[in-house]
């Protein structure tokens, strides 16, 4: 009954192409940025920071890079662990270099270098395609931590292999090392989600967007209305790995705060990204959300029916998890292989008609 | 013969002017099969073109020659008088060379309205920041594009169906799109490959009013390569005919349907 869009006319162009072109689609993007700007960092605590919001936030930035890359431009990537990795000693070294300067920069800067590096492995995609393309961008996955892990300039020399991250601040406020406060990562992290997912959006939906998907859907009609290949894919290498390499910097500094390279950004990161984007939806950035929430939550949610309700010991519900999540995802796969995102399409593309279907 | 200067009109009040593109003695070989032998003929500003044949007779490499995909081992293409060098099928794009396929070629998960969008990729050069911001030149340039496939939704009578993703689309639909999608690029000169095939009547009748409105309204030379030989009749004013890779025959409708070799190859011929 809401869910109308009857007197709601565009009368320009601007209007027409813009994100949400329904107005009560609009509001409801307005309230949800009111809500998470205005109202959640004053109720957020340590429990929910770290085991739900932050995370949720930096995996929906890695997944809308992937999507970027996967969904849009049809380029199958297992490369995603390794680009965090980028972003995250990027991030390190110039957190440890230039002390001084600020740490939103840095993370900027980290995603650019990831970028750099995107584009290097993606060089090959001109040539090989589909799964021999994922093994390729596997190799990168594997030499990246391999690197990261043998070439001691990358941790600093320091005893333990490890990197971890100093304090830095925003406008006084740490934002990195032990004294953060819930509240404060959880802001950092959103501003960026919020900054990634809009720019996401813009380009997606303009010229470099329609190159990209020009790519995925048929890329000989693609050369033949005038899109070099080459140029369209680097293209979609560097910007999804720029939100990726952002992604990974966000993950070491903001999140865990310390990293073994191996240990955090494995393959199993890799698969991770690309589960959330598969479930959430191929090719739409709120599909990137909703595919970030739904793998960071469900293990959540597990266990606090298991082990909080049902009273199960820890370890079994532990494992009992991997089991559940692995059954759902198959499932879900099976019912709906275009993701979440196609599920809410379809509920509005209902909602709109609704009571009246015909 | 190759005086590009003289023009005439047509008796419906064209103007068809000077050659704009020419094959010259073009030869593509895949391995031990030739394809086209030493095949020469030129498009004439504003003129539609038919290149005929039975199948196999090497036509749509001929398209696929013109289009860039494939690179003749001899002979040149000349295009507005100035030899061309081997070029990539989006470079010869950028030329202002269009193209629709024999089986369609569009894309597939995305609406009408980014498919004929598609089509104006050449005319875009907003940098990748003025997009990201969707800001200043970017955003202006969306909506001057948009301004221009409108036009050519609104010519094609698709305005119903601006937002449907084109994979739920019928064929019919789908060869006015794919259409849409070359005239968008405004092209001097559009190729097309079996516009017609898998149409009725009243499908073909529609897409043959198309191709003569845009000839007439915007100018647009035309290189099209059929089997439905009412429809090439009555369209083209000149008419190439290929058979084995070689050219049996070259000139107006008339000319060709008279010409014996073609009736041969058309007909078969007794062999004794």
């Known amino acids: 009954m809401i869910y109308r869009e009857a007197g709601d006319f565009s009368t320009t162009y601007e209007a027409d192409s813009q994100t949400f072109p329904i107005k009560f689609d609009r509001y409801r993007y307005y309230l949800v940025l009111a809500i998470a700007f205005g109202v959640i960092p004053f109720l957020v605590n340590d429990y929910w920071a770290n085991a739900v919001l932050v995370p949720f936030l930096i995996y929906a930035i890695a997944a809308i890079g992937l999507n970027i890359l996967t969904g849009y431009c049809g380029q199958v990537s297992l490369g995603t662990g390794g680009f965090m990795a980028v972003g995250a000693y990027a991030a390190y070294k110039l957190m440890t270099a230039f002390p001084d300067v600020s740490i939103i920069i840095h993370v900027l800067l980290a995603g650019g270098i990831t970028a750099g590096v995107g584009v290097l492995f993606g060089l090959p995609s001109l040539r090989i395609k589909g799964f021999y393309l994922a093994v390729a961008t596997l190799a990168a996955q594997f030499f990246l931590v391999w690197l990261f892990n043998r070439v001691p300039w990358f941790y600093n020399h320091s005893a333990s292999g490890q990197i971890s991250a100093p304090e830095r601040t925003v406008i006084g406020i740490p934002v990195t090392g032990p004294n953060t406060e819930a509240w404060a990562q959880y802001l950092i992290c959103l501003v960026f989600v919020f900054a990634c997912a809009w720019l996401a959006r813009n380009l997606t939906r303009g010229k470099l967007g329609r190159t990209w998907m020009a790519i995925r859907d048929m890329d000989i009609a693609a050369e033949i209305i005038g899109v070099n290949p080459l140029a369209a894919k680097l293209s979609a290498f560097a910007v999804s790995s720029f939100f990726i390499g952002i992604a990974g910097a966000l993950f070491f500094a903001v999140y865990l705060g310390a990293v073994e390279v191996g240990e955090v950004f494995g393959i199993q990161k890799s698969f991770l990204v690309l589960f959330m984007i598969i479930i959430g939806g191929l090719g739409s950035i709120f599909g990137s959300f909703a595919g970030a929430a739904f793998l960071v939550l469900l293990p959540v949610l597990l266990k606090n029916i298991l082990v909080g309700s049902l009273g199960w010991s820890t370890d079994l519900a532990a494992h009992f998890e991997f089991v559940i999540v692995g059954a759902m995802i198959i499932a879900f796969l099976i019912m709906e292989p275009h993701g979440l995102a196609q599920l809410w399409r379809v509920a509005k593309e209902k909602l709109r008609l609704w009571p009246f279907p015909h | ?272």
């Open chain 2, 1 to 272: 013969m190759k005086d590009s200067i003289d023009s005439h009109v047509t008796a419906d009040g064209r103007t068809i002017g000077g050659v704009l593109m020419e094959m010259r003695d073009i030869t593509l070989r895949f391995g031990g099969v030739v394809a086209i032998k030493g095949i020469s003929f030129d498009i004439r500003e504003g003129e539609i073109r038919a290149i005929i044949g039975p199948n196999g007779a090497g036509k749509s490499s001929m398209l696929n020659v013109i289009s860039g995909f494939y690179h003749p081992q001899e002979g040149d293409v000349f295009f507005r008088g100035e030899k061309r060098p081997t070029m990539r099928p989006y470079e010869v794009a950028r030329m202002g060379i269009a193209r629709t396929f024999q089986n369609i070629a569009l894309f597939e998960g995305m609406s009408v309205l980014d498919n004929i969008m598609t089509g104006r990729l050449t005319h875009m050069n907003s940098g990748i920041l003025s997009q990201a911001l969707w800001w200043g030149r970017a955003q202006k340039e969306e909506t001057a594009n948009r301004e221009v496939i409108e036009k050519v939704i609104d010519f094609l009578e698709i305005q119903s169906i601006r937002k449907t993703p084109v994979g739920r689309l019928p064929y019919g639909l789908k060869k006015r799109v794919e259409l849409g999608r070359a005239l968008a690029a405004e092209p001097k000169l559009l190729l097309l490959d079996e516009p017609m095939a898998g149409m009725n009547v009243e499908e073909k009748e529609d897409m043959s009013r198309f191709i003569l409105d845009v000839n007439d309204e915007f100018g647009t030379t035309i290189a099209l390569i059929e089997h439905d030989m009412g429809v090439v009749m009555d369209l083209s004013d000149r008419v190439v005919v290929m058979d084995y890779g070689k050219k049996i025959g070259d000139g107006t409708p008339d000319e060709v349907r008279n010409n014996q070799q073609v009736i041969d190859a058309y007909l078969g011929v007794a062999h004794d």
